[in-house]
């Protein structure tokens, strides 16, 4: 059977419904692949599946730690291949669901873990960071490592010095390292889906969904984040909005100048997922339009997975 059905893709473009309905269909639970949703307080700006959804099925790695806890993608694969084990072990199939492709891919395929930390060479990284800026180590991970380099934000200054660290240590960019490890690690029996809107309704989506936040309370979210001390945590997280706002809050921008970038920014992030994800040829693109309802999906995904019961309830419909 099926180990796990992935619904995987930009943000904005319709993940969560599509899963919840997936995962009533077959009576299983969700895995959330999204790394800030782990963190409470922050539902709002990281559209965090909502009480009653979460209560049409049950979801993992949701709300479990507060923003000042560090969590990675490799203690996520493995809290999640648990996760999954047990649930095939009942016979049902694993529901993923998320934008961080490194977390789908910690899951499904496991991760190269690379060498080791070099503390004197990234603390001299981070002194030049502070001295020219990230963007100059970024301008360098691009020249060594431009898959990877196109697939992080480019304030990531975190996964900037690990790619520059892991190429200066073995001479062979992370990018290639994680194909070879793909290639040759034993990956989960995954179903693997997309919904594919012109580049252009999606954007469009992204704009409502930044406004629906807006709407739903999402600035007083980011007060009270800050007014908890967490504005050097939002920094280093480098969540969609939260800096935007926090900027505004201070004074720095205007409300429509925070609103307008935190667009800006979400729709750039949105491309860089799509980078990401286009790159894994074995994610089904299902077509769709500015009308389309990620509901309307679910018979064309359910067809592509191998469930335990060769005449499953949805096949008798």
Do not use: C
């Amino acid at each position: 059977m099926t180990a796990v059905l992935a619904v995987v893709g930009p943000t904005a473009s319709g993940k969560t419904a599509l899963a919840i309905e997936l995962a009533e269909r077959l009576g299983t639970e969700v895995i959330s692949a999204d790394s800030m949703q782990v963190y409470r307080g922050m539902e709002i700006g990281t559209a965090a599946p909502t009480a009653n959804e979460q209560a049409r099925a049950p979801h993992h790695f949701v709300g479990i730690l507060e923003p000042d806890e560090q969590f990675t993608a490799g203690r996520f694969g493995d809290e999640a291949r648990a996760i999954v084990e047990r649930l095939n072990r009942q016979g049902r199939v694993a529901v993923v669901v998320g934008g961080s492709g490194l977390y789908v891919r910690a899951l499904i395929d496991g991760l190269f873990p690379g060498p080791g930390k070099d503390s004197v060479f990234r603390e001299r990284l981070q002194l030049e960071a502070d001295l020219k800026g990230v963007g100059a180590l970024y301008t360098r991970l691009r020249e060594v490592d431009p898959d990877y380099a196109a697939i992080i934000q480019p304030t990531d200054l975190r996964r900037i010095i690990r790619g520059l660290e892991v190429y200066e240590r073995t001479g062979t960019p992370l990018s290639k390292l994680h194909r070879e490890h793909r290639d040759e690690s034993m990956s989960l029996d995954a179903v693997q889906v997309a919904l594919n809107y012109p580049r252009q309704v999606l954007y469009d989506r992204i704009d409502a969904r930044v406004d629906r936040m807006l709407e739903a309370g999402f600035v007083d979210e980011v007060k009270r984040l800050l007014e908890g001390g967490r504005a050097k945590r939002l920094f280093e997280l480098r969540t969609l909005g939260y800096r935007e706002f926090a900027a505004y809050l201070r004074g720095e921008q205007s409300f429509e100048e925070a609103r307008e970038a935190m667009k800006r920014n979400t729709r750039r992030f949105a491309k860089r997922q799509l980078s990401w994800f286009r790159a894994d040829p074995r994610i089904h693109w299902l077509t769709a339009a500015a009308d389309s309802r990620p509901e309307a999906f679910v018979k064309a995904v359910l067809d592509r997975i191998t469930p335990a019961d060769p005449h499953p309830p949805w096949r008798r419909l």
